[in-house]
């Protein structure tokens, strides 16, 4: 036997149910089991092609947030004011971003506004960055120079905690190009190129007027004047004069017989000195001389030395006069063959050898 269904209960199970859906999306719609998030927003002066809701938000390549929403200035700001016209901000791109509260330290609202103006000064900034492999777009926040990424001049107050934000790599890439073509662009290619032209006429003509063959042809003939110069410098006198020179001094060498010379001006010096001893002992005693045999005999001493003086010197003074001689002649020579060289000091070196000896012969 079949039971007959219940349609009240039925009825009243599909009503609870019902309750509990609505119940669980007014509740997850409110957000109250959603994530506790901070958020913050930053503008942008250029295309943000790429970026998307839900791009991932790094800072030095670590992941702490995502983009939450993406629009113009115009639609959550009031930026034309009271003028009829358009605002120079109608162009910039809002993009307000989250951060999990887990990675925020945890201080108040207060210190964090005072940390992150103290990385803004520091030259925090917000970049748009893209994949190269998937060309995936995302926000990098880094710190660059606060110099040269100046802030974006905005005049509204946000609504959120607010990162000024730098142009992208491939922006400032693309302006750096820009400037280098415009630059190309204001050069004046006509007159550079004129200016070249005259430049390479004015060459020329200094090269022409200043006659190089005419140059080159009188360094040559100098040079061969010079050459025929060194040739004809008498050498062979020099070299004559010079073999001369020291034939005197060597025959004056020899005639004046050093050796025996030098020993009897040994012995007469030898001689002297005896006498003059004896001459300061005689002077020099107090007492009489003893004996009368004493003085005679060295005045005779005396008179035998001064005896032997005057022989050698009336014997050796031929030979005196021919040495005199010889020096003197040797003196003219060397004085006319040092003035030769003052002249002409080339001959020192180009002169050439003497001739040979007869007995080499």
Not at 8 to 32: R, W
Not at 192 to 199: G, P, Q, R, T
Not at 270 to 298: H, I
Request: aromatic share 6%.
């Amino acid at each position: 036997m079949g039971t007959k269904p219940n349609y009240f209960k039925i009825g009243l199970f599909v009503i609870a149910g019902s309750v509990l859906i609505l119940t669980a999306v007014v509740v997850l719609g409110a957000g109250l089991f959603q994530q506790d998030k901070s958020y913050f927003e930053t503008y942008f002066d250029e295309s943000i092609s790429g970026l998307s809701v839900g791009s991932p938000v790094e800072f030095r390549g670590v992941r702490i947030g995502d983009v939450e929403k993406i629009s113009f200035i115009g639609d959550e700001y009031d930026v034309l004011g009271t003028s009829s016209g358009s605002s120079k901000y109608e162009h910039y791109v809002m993009v307000l971003c989250s951060i999990p509260r887990e990675n925020l330290p945890g201080v108040s609202y207060e210190q964090r506004v005072g940390y992150l103006e103290n990385m803004v000064s520091r030259g925090l900034r917000i970049r748009l960055t893209s994949n190269i492999l998937t060309g995936q777009a995302y926000l990098q926040a880094d710190f660059l120079d606060p110099k040269r990424f100046q802030t974006l001049d905005i005049g509204w107050q946000p609504e959120h905690l607010y990162i000024p934000s730098a142009p992208s790599e491939l922006m400032t890439l693309k302006d750096s190009v820009d400037k280098v073509l415009y630059r190309l662009q204001e050069i004046d290619i006509d007159k550079l190129v004129a200016a070249v032209e005259s430049v390479l006429a004015s060459l020329d003509t200094a090269i022409a007027n200043a006659k190089v063959g005419d140059i080159s042809q009188e360094a040559r003939e100098l040079l061969a004047e010079a050459r025929k110069q060194i040739e004809k410098l008498n050498t062979e006198k020099l070299s004559l004069a010079a073999r001369q020179t020291l034939t005197a001094v060597d025959r004056a060498v020899g005639d004046a017989n050093v050796p025996a010379l030098s020993r009897e001006i040994q012995s007469l010096i030898v001689e002297v000195r005896q006498t003059n001893a004896n001459l300061q002992k005689l002077l020099a005693s107090p007492e009489p001389v003893s004996g009368p045999s004493n003085l005679p005999e060295m005045i005779a001493r005396l008179n035998k030395t001064l005896y032997r003086i005057d022989k050698l010197i009336s014997t050796e003074k031929p030979q005196i006069e021919v040495m005199l001689a010889n020096f003197k002649e040797i003196s003219d020579n060397l004085k006319r063959l040092t003035e030769n060289l003052k002249q002409h000091p080339s001959d020192l070196l180009f002169s050439k050898p003497p001739p040979p000896l007869e007995t080499l012969k």
